[in-house]
């Protein structure tokens, strides 16, 4: 199996989509990239000669960021926010959502798992 | 829809001139503002206003990372931060 940009390994799929298994890599850029490097978008990962994956690799890491750096970027954004006490920055803090949805139903992918109280039900009698 | 380009950020005319006027003389005094929705600019680096959140004034220092917020970013309106830990059963008799 080919290797690409360190960790990630695309498998038996076509090129178009093996690449999507790298972060920061989707179907836009997929496509941009074998389309500016004239391969076949339908060939398998596998097929690919040497010398093909390696222009992918250093096209990516020349045009987009990707893997590491894309997270890099991500979290330098965040703490940004975390550090001059805005308001977003405070909702990340918090870990709520921080684009002004509702907090009293769901939310629960930025709230993480219910925390149930206890004997809520008896309190009211 | 974003703002339009040719409009430029909106910040309130009084408290542009205002800043404007220190700027001029080099004083830094804090300025008292209700105005939340105002675009912070590069000119207002360094400067302190006092923010209004509904209830107080609260101060916020400008720094060079804030350009582009606005000022009612950083006056926070609502005061709940979270259920007390203890546990509630044993209040119930």
Redesign the interface.
């Known amino acids: 199996m080919p290797r690409l940009l360190g960790v990630d390994i695309p498998n038996e799929k076509r090129i178009e989509i093996a690449l999507q298994y790298i972060y920061g890599v989707g179907p836009a850029v997929a496509k941009k990239v074998l389309k500016e490097l004239a391969i076949n978008p339908g060939v398998h990962a596998k097929d690919l000669k040497d010398d093909e994956i390696a222009n992918i690799a250093t096209y990516l890491e020349k045009n987009f960021p990707v893997e590491g750096a894309l997270r890099r970027l991500t979290m330098q954004n965040v703490n940004r926010l975390k550090e001059i006490y805005c308001y977003r920055g405070l909702r990340h803090r918090r870990g709520l959502p921080v684009r002004g949805q509702r907090t009293r139903s769901n939310s629960r992918t930025r709230k993480g798992p219910r925390k149930t109280v206890a004997n809520k039900k008896i309190l009211r009698k | 829809m974003s703002r339009s380009i040719t409009k430029g950020p909106f910040v309130h005319p009084s408290l542009a001139k205002k800043v404007a006027a220190m700027n001029k003389k080099g004083v830094k005094d804090p300025i008292q503002t209700w105005s939340r929705a105002s675009v912070i600019l590069p000119e207002f680096v360094g400067h302190t206003f006092n923010v209004h959140n509904g209830r107080t004034f609260l101060k916020v220092y400008v720094?060079e990372?804030?350009v582009g917020?606005r000022l009612?970013?950083?006056s926070?309106t609502r005061t709940f931060?979270?259920h007390s830990t203890k546990?509630?059963?044993e209040?119930?008799p």
């Open positions: 720094t990372d804030m917020h009612g970013e950083f926070p931060r979270g546990k509630v059963e209040a119930a």
